[in-house]
């Protein structure tokens, strides 16, 4: 005979039920965890060097065999890029500059100045913010963001995108494709950002890796940087510039690299 309502049996079952979706439901909770997880911060490994020039050369920033590309993240700045602007010219190289859509919004002027020049505009974000937790949305908002003030400074669309720390999460990498970029890290960096950054000594460690085709990363602010770290990259450049130029590579910008865009 079946248990009543308030029957041993019958609560056991209950009990049992409600346990087991209850565990069923934790598990699906720490499964979409762990795929969120995941797609967050499976495209970070891309940080690796070995990673991005083993398995992702094009982001890696390599293209012509005969080109080196010559980057700057972080300006625009009122006290250092228009120095940079100066050496550059004096050198006749063009580079492209990857900036922060807050700073640009601030200091329009200088990005016209830095197209105004012949040099390139990128996007570097909307502020420099670390990618510890997922926020697709602010992702998508910033780079957008980010993207319309370069094209309105300069009366031309953005190609290219380098993420913050140089940290491409999921929602960074589909951010930068809904706003037509295409992502590009760097191949060789002169570690310029540090408070014991000399000009020989970021000369010496961009060149420890350059080869022809690379993308190099210098930092034109110290917006992030150690206080007046700007002036080691400045001060390493008609150094660098001679020595591509001895191997016979052609400095220039990630435009005239042989990249594909997005």
Do not use: K, N
């Not at 060097?49 to 390599?62: E, I, K, M, S």
């Not at 913010?129 to 780079?143: F, N, Q």
């Not at 080691?232 to 990630?254: F, N």
């Amino acid at each position: 005979m079946g248990g009543g309502a308030g029957s041993p049996g019958t609560g056991a079952a209950a009990t049992g039920a409600v346990a087991g979706i209850g565990a069923a439901a934790g598990a699906g909770a720490a499964a979409l965890c762990l795929a969120v997880a995941g797609w967050h911060i499976g495209p970070a490994a891309t940080w690796l060097p070995g990673v991005r020039r083993t398995l992702f050369p094009g982001l890696d920033g390599r293209g012509d065999p005969a080109r080196v590309a010559l980057t700057f993240d972080d300006g625009p700045d009122p006290d250092s890029t228009p120095q940079f602007l100066r050496a550059l010219d004096a050198l006749a190289v063009r580079a492209t500059f990857f900036v922060l859509g807050a700073r640009l919004a601030r200091w329009p002027r200088l990005g016209r100045l830095i197209a105004g020049a012949g040099h390139e505009l990128a996007v570097h974000g909307w502020e420099h913010e670390r990618p510890w937790l997922p926020r697709p949305l602010g992702d998508l908002r910033d780079v957008a963001r980010a993207t319309e003030v370069v094209a309105e400074t300069c009366g031309a669309r953005p190609l290219w995108y380098r993420p913050p720390y140089g940290v491409l999460t999921g929602g960074r990498w589909a951010a930068a494709r809904a706003a037509g970029l295409r992502p590009v890290l760097w191949s060789a960096w002169g570690r310029d950002w540090t408070a014991g950054a000399t000009p020989w000594g970021v000369r010496a460690e961009v060149t420890r890796t350059l080869h022809g085709g690379g993308t190099v990363l210098l930092h034109d602010s110290d917006v992030v940087s150690a206080p007046g770290a700007w002036r080691a990259a400045l001060g390493a450049l008609p150094g660098l510039v001679a020595e591509c130029r001895e191997r016979g590579l052609t400095v220039g910008r990630l435009a005239d690299h042989g990249l594909p865009a997005a």
